[in-house]
């Protein structure tokens, strides 16, 4: 055969040079999965570009291989892309975890370090085994609480006053502070009650000496504040409701003991009971009332002036048996006038 006339063409098994860039590309792509794989992020889709470009116009081995990396170097971007995400919400994660800490540590404090308005929870850890109060986990008042601080009053300096001289004074700077904090006893929440921490001789000896006046709410615990805007009261209003403090106070000196127990003091609880409803009746007379209330109040005035007899002659009893022969009947008719007055002055009857 004459071999001008042979076939110029490129066997099928002859398919050129490898091209570099498609082996670059496959290596980076491999590498991206790699400790510092980071470093190579979209050089494998790179290189596979300008590999392709390459075999297109000069041809050439390495398309596979091109094709080949440029997916392991987009999978490598994905890869890296999910791993940052996922430290970063780790990250946000341990910060919030942080904050919490950090937040809970802030509301757990020793109650002596509260002020009027907070309000509280006591920690799992707060009663001693004598009932003493260690610490206090502060809460927001719109959220769940046991207990809100209405007063702080400063005991009297040098030496551990005692149990009783602490108790004169929480009644003296209690009374008319919770008179001033929520001067409406009727309106405050079902199951409130109000009593008083102190310090003890030992936390005395580290400097506390403030008396904290406190409510503390019922069971299932207490949501807002219960300060009451004194504002919102008419002039009628705050006379009757100062005028009706004067009672309470005296009420809620009643001693501990009974009248078997401690006569002398049970007669000294009811000479206050009667100089307290003395005053009551004094101030709710030197008032001009409305003509609605008038006629209530009026009558109030006479239950609280027989109520001031019954009490004026306990006092006076000889005996304790005499002292339990105490007739309440005149406090159960200034009660019931007591809610005829309130209805009248358009304040809560329940």
Known sequence: MDRSQESTAVPRWDLGAWNGWAILSLVAGVLSFGAFGRYLLGAGLLLGVVALVLIR?????????AFAGMALSSAALLFHGLIA??????????????????????????????????????????WGSAGHVDEVQQVPCEEVHEAELFAVA????????????????????????QHAYAPDTWALPDGVASFFLHPTPESWEQGDRDLLCVFRGPQEGLRGSVRQDSGALDEHQLVYLTATHVFHAAWEAEPA????????????????????????ARQLG????????????????????????????ARDASHAAAFDTLDTSGLQAASERTVEVRRALRLPTE
């Open 57 to 65: 116009k000069r041809g050439g081995r390495g398309r596979r291989l």
């Open 85 to 126: 995400v996922l430290v970063l919400l780790g990250h946000g994660e341990a910060e919030n975890a942080a904050e919490t800490l950090e937040e809970a540590a802030a509301r757990d404090a020793s109650v002596f370090a509260l002020r009027p308005g907070d309000c509280f929870d006591f920690s799992a850890t707060a």
């Open 154 to 177: 400063e005991l009297p300096r040098g030496a551990y006053p005692g149990g009783l001289a602490i108790e004169v004074t929480a009644r003296r700077e209690c009374g008319p502070a």
């Open 257 to 280: 003991e009974y009248a078997y127990e401690d006569l002398e003091a049970n007669q000294k609880w009811a000479g206050l009971m009667a100089e307290a409803l003395g005053d009551q």
């Open 286 to 313: 030197e008032h001009a009332w409305p003509d609605e209330a008038s006629a209530p109040v009026g009558a109030l005035i006479l239950e609280l002036e027989e109520a001031r007899l019954h009490w004026e002659r």
